[in-house]
């Protein structure tokens, strides 16, 4: 930055040295305006200092240029990271200012404001430093007491290089963790997958640590990030829950069947995982008159029946032996479908608890992965609204 005042003491007349119009001076030999940082943050600051000197000119204008690296505080919120922005002022003030000393702003029409890499106070000054995008400009300020010539910086952080590092992963790795609920039941797969998903996101909650500001309260990226950890883990743990359930034996009541495999089911979308039989369906069945009964019952009965009627006539008797015959083998043949259907039975009730258990587990299943979607959608907006709004001094 340059500072210029007029010391009268430093005039010479034309007539004497007409050749000279302006000499470089030591800044230790000159008098100097007291300057100071006003909010300083560098313990080891001793004053402003210019290894070039300064430049007096005939009329004893005095302009000293200075080089130096100022340490200040800023005004900092984290709290929307990686779309933050940040306040500063760089104040200069003079410490023995008197009621006629005055620091203004040097306007660029002034007679030694020539330098193209300096700001005047009449222009806004944009400059980009690693990931942040600063404008600033000069201003002065009275407070009362003096006066103070302010660099007035805004800066907003580019987020382009923390969300494609830190942050997309850790949305992308928050969905992925869904798909263990798409897989299937009976595989130990899943419960593998799960946990390489929740490792990697320890992973990336580490890096992001080591990103964010440290301040009072976290960022709410960071506080998402952390919710996210936790509902992996618990989901995680229903997965392990899910697959238990899917390799337990027995019956489930017949309101559980009806509420959880039949109504929830359809609601998710799976159909109906009950089989109830309902109270008005009659299993099918064949009607046989008691002519039939009778017969097919009580064939010896028939057979001495047809013999005492047709006992003297031979050809009714072979016919009878005939149908005697065939109805044996009818009622062999029923009581082999009778068998076999006692079989079916029994197998189907053997079958039929673990049936019910793993269509449990399924529609659990699915409640996790529709419950855990619609966890990863409200946290984001629950997490704005109730994070507070916080500043420090950085």
Not at 16 to 42: C, F, G, H
């Amino acid at each position: 930055m340059g500072a210029i005042w007029n010391d009268r003491r430093l005039q010479w007349q034309n007539s004497r040295y007409s050749d000279v119009d302006e000499i470089r001076v030591s800044d230790d030999k000159l008098w100097r305006p007291a300057l100071t940082l006003a909010n300083n943050a560098d313990p080891e600051f001793e004053g402003f200092k210019s290894s070039a000197g300064a430049r007096v000119f005939r009329n004893g204008e005095v302009v000293w240029d200075i080089s130096q690296i100022l340490k200040t505080t800023c005004e900092h919120n984290a709290r929307n990271f990686p779309f933050d922005d940040m306040e500063c002022s760089a104040c200069i003030a003079n410490e023995e200012q008197r009621g006629n000393e005055v620091l203004k702003c040097l306007e660029r029409d002034h007679a030694h404001s020539s330098r193209v890499d300096l700001a005047y106070c009449d222009v806004d000054t944009f400059v980009r430093v690693d990931e942040w995008n600063t404008e600033w400009e000069i201003e002065e300020e009275d407070d009362g007491n003096y006066t103070l010539a302010c660099i007035k910086l805004h800066m907003r952080r580019d987020p382009t290089y923390h969300m494609c590092t830190a942050i997309a992963p850790s949305f992308f790795l928050a969905l992925l963790m869904a798909v263990t609920f798409l897989l299937p039941l009976d595989t130990g797969e899943r419960l593998g997958y799960a946990m390489t998903i929740f490792l990697s996101m320890i992973v990336t909650l580490v890096f992001i640590t080591e990103i964010v500001p440290a301040e009072e309260s976290l960022p709410v990226i960071a506080v998402v990030v952390l919710i996210y950890i936790c509902m992996m883990a618990l989901w995680m743990l229903l997965a392990v829950f899910t697959t238990r359930l899917s390799q337990k034996e027995g019956t489930l009541p017949r309101w559980a069947r009806a509420l959880f495999l039949r109504h929830l089911a359809r609601l998710l979308l799976l159909g109906d995982l009950s089989n109830i039989m309902s109270d008005d369906v009659e299993p099918e069945s064949v009607s046989v008159d008691s002519a039939d009964k009778s017969k097919l019952h009580n064939g010896k009965e028939a057979k001495e029946s047809v013999v005492y009627y047709f006992h003297d006539k031979p050809a009714e008797r072979e016919k009878l032996q005939l149908l005697h015959a065939i109805k044996q083998l009818l009622t062999e043949l029923q009581a082999s479908l009778k068998s076999l259907r006692d079989k079916e039975e029994e197998d189907s009730d053997k079958k039929e608890p673990e049936a019910d258990y793993y269509n449990l587990a399924h529609v659990v299943d699915r409640v996790c992965f529709v419950t855990y979607i619609v966890g990863l959608v409200i946290t984001i907006p629950l997490t704005f609204v109730f994070t507070p709004y916080s500043g420090s001094d950085d």
